[in-house]
């Protein structure tokens, strides 16, 4: 039993990781266009412009973010400028997941209000 427990475990893994493939190289082009993008917000040294978040929605990415890919010895995802990233994705190849962000921190908002009660957001915690 458990011989065939873990060769499901790894179909899964393996075709979850095979769609991940997939989907860089269909979207290569845009993905190296919105690294290009945050390397030259980088550079510029100014605070990130938003085109689809709000202010408040960006910090509460960033912060759900930072906690998936924290900065401890090697830079995290604030260094990485992760935020500027998804917005960038989500205002060209990627505007279909849009709604999928929208409802996200919504929920995000919700859970933290149960959690935390005194916290006006996640990004609080």
Avoid: C, H
């Avoid at 509460?60 to 998804?86: L, N, S």
């Amino acid at each position: 039993m458990s011989g065939r427990t873990r060769s499901r475990r790894e179909f899964l893994l393996k075709s979850v990781t095979g769609a991940g493939a997939a989907w860089v190289v269909a979207n290569a082009a845009g993905i190296e266009e919105a690294y290009a993008f945050v390397q030259q917000s980088a550079r510029s040294g100014q605070p990130a412009a938003f085109a689809f978040f709000t202010p408040a929605q960006a910090a509460e990415i960033e912060a759900m973010a930072a906690q998936i890919i924290p900065t401890d010895a090697t830079p995290g995802a604030r260094e990485a400028r992760v935020i500027v990233f998804i917005d960038r994705i989500l205002t060209t190849f990627e505007k279909d997941a849009q709604g999928d962000y929208t409802e996200g921190l919504a929920e995000l908002t919700a859970q933290t209000a149960k959690l935390y009660p005194s916290a006006a957001a996640f990004s609080a915690q």
